[in-house]
């Protein structure tokens, strides 16, 4: 982790870009040998990462969206010249998952990153005019409870989605 005293060095959210490519499949490979079902988000990038490109960015101006989908745009955590993280931003929440969603990779986990990368995606968030942002967790992940709270959410429920139990928080 790179951290100084009283704050990060050298971390950012950015869009992601060409110039990670190869970063980003590496990631993603790593989440298709340990089966994570994160995999299954990213899989279009392994192919044809300049396609998924321009799908991200489509999906960012809601062109093309899949039905009951909203714009969201997806940006990268980037730790010098490493993807520490992705985070997705959804323009408008929706009811399960609400507004954003993230995930660190399986080699960057319990270093601070998720609460770094939930941290710089409310600001974006509120760059993107959100005002009632909302993220959910599994009813069992310990983890990303932790993280939210760290970055002031409040419990406003517990949801259901095909047999897996959810936890929405508010975030200010």
Known sequence: MRK???????????????????????????????????????????????RYLKRLEELSLGIDLPS??????????????????MIKIRHRSIP?????????PLKKRFLGY???ILELGIKKAKELRIEDI???????????????LKNNGFFIGSLKDNYENYEQYKLK
Do not use: Q
């Open 68 to 85: 009951g989908d909203v714009p969201t745009t997806e940006y990268w955590l980037i730790d010098k010249k490493n993807i520490c993280g």
């Open 4 to 50: 100084k005293k009283g704050g990060w060095l050298y971390i950012e959210l950015i869009l992601p870009v060409k110039k990670f490519e190869k970063e980003f499949k590496k990631i993603i490979l790593e989440y298709k040998k340990d089966c994570d079902l994160l995999y299954y988000s990213y899989m279009e990038g392994i192919d044809d990462f300049d």
């Open 134 to 148: 909302r993220v959910s967790c599994g009813t069992n992940n310990e983890g990303s409870k932790k993280i939210i």
């Open 114 to 116: 998720g609460t770094k």
């Open 96 to 104: 399960i998952h609400g507004n954003i969603s993230y995930d660190i």
